[in-house]
Structures are given as C-alpha cells and as structure tokens.
C-alpha cells in the first residue's frame, strides 16, 4: 500500500513569514509530486508540481524534492491571509493515478 | 483552462436510493477519476477510466460503479445508497500520460 504522510496541523504562521509544509512517502519509485491547495468547502486546485531532485519557483511558493529521503516539501513565502487553506501533497508512481496525504491545515494569522 | 463540472453542489438523497453523479470535462482528457473525501481519511480513489467504455477500480469501489460512454462524460453510480456514503466526491480528469489532475467542484451528497 503506497502512503504519503503529512502532518495534519494547523500550522500557524504570522503574515509575511515562511510556511513550510512537509510530506513523506514510501514507494522509492513515485516519479511526480504534486501540491494542492483547498480552501474550506471547495474543490482541490493544483498549485505545483516536481518531478526532479532540487527546488522548483513559482512566485511565492518553492516546491523541494529529495528523491533519497522519499521527502518533498512546499514553502510559502511572504505568507498572505489568502494562503490559509489544507495543502494537499500528492504522489504518482504508476497508472497515471495519484495517491493524496490527507492534508496540512495552515492558517495565516494577521 | 481546463474545466471540469459535477451536476450538482449538493445533493440529499435517502436510504435505498439509486444515485446518479455525473461529472464532464471539457479539454478531450482521456484520463478521469471519481474520489470521495472524508474528514480524517483524504482523499480516496473509488474508480477510474482511461478511455471511453473503460473502467479500472480504484481503492474503494464497494458499493459504487461508473460509466463512461462518451470521452467527456464519467457518471458514478450508487445502486443503493447507504448512510455511509455520505461524502464529498469529487471528479478529477487528466491527459493521458500526464498526472496532473484537474478537479470538478465537488458534490456533498447526504444520504439519510
């Protein structure tokens, strides 16, 4: 059984600080990595994705790969009220499938 | 931009009933999924379908059972619908070959 592991939360961070939002898993060959934020009530949106050892930018927000740690994480930057939400962090090894952690709570304190 | 629509929001439906969820795309996806979402639980795959009359079960299908006869149509079915089926599900579709997943709104459905 493939897993992905995410602290549950809430992380709570002051507005303008870092987030960062952790997640494990345990098939060695996942290939892609994903993030989804989901606000409250409403439907996941994918936010990043990493398939390669190092860091990827976008904006505020830099997705990290560590394929030997089976580690990958998400930091906010300048974090905004808008940012709290569960980020979602999701796994693909095969079939085109993925397979999702059940979420980190973070919310943005003013 | 890719968009993906669920025939409703929220739906209520009692015990016994058969329940009809229906989930379309618009960007000639080949890949589509049906998940439910459970407080605690995540994100669970319940069936998937790569191509048109093509239907794979995913990791909770008891209970469920899917339809895809037109490639931007992908129905999931309750054949009698329990208290436990009580949920969010969501349908998500992606390219084929590609794991990017793009998701619908989302249906809360009821059952009492």
């Known amino acids: ?110 | 931009d890719v968009k993906v629509t669920q025939s409703s929001r929220y739906l209520v439906k009692r015990t016994g009933e058969k329940v009809f969820l229906e989930c379309v795309q618009d960007m000639d996806h080949e890949n589509m999924f049906w998940y439910r979402q459970d407080p605690g639980l995540g994100l669970r795959l319940i069936y998937f379908s790569y191509d048109v009359k093509m239907k794979e079960k995913g990791d909770i299908p008891e209970g469920y059972s899917v339809s895809r006869e037109k490639k931007e149509r992908f129905s999931l079915i309750l054949e009698s619908a329990s208290t436990n089926q009580t949920s969010m599900y969501l349908c998500a579709s992606s390219v084929q070959g590609s794991y990017e997943q793009y998701f619908g709104p989302g249906t809360r459905l009821t059952v009492t």
Request: aromatic share 10%; charged share 20%.
């Open chain 1, 1 to 110: 059984q493939k897993e992905v592991e995410q602290n549950s939360g809430p992380l709570s961070v002051p507005e303008g600080a870092i987030a960062s939002l952790n997640c494990t898993y345990s098939d060695r060959g996942s290939q892609s990595f994903f993030w989804y934020r989901q606000y409250s009530g409403k439907s996941p949106e994918l936010i990043m994705f990493i398939y390669s050892n190092g860091d990827k930018e976008d904006g505020r927000f830099t997705a990290q790969l560590n394929k030997a740690s089976q580690y990958v994480s998400l930091l906010i930057r300048d974090s905004q009220p808008s940012d709290s939400a569960t980020y979602l962090c999701a796994v693909g090894g095969g079939g085109n499938k993925l397979t999702f952690g059940t979420g980190t709570q973070l919310k943005v304190e003013l």
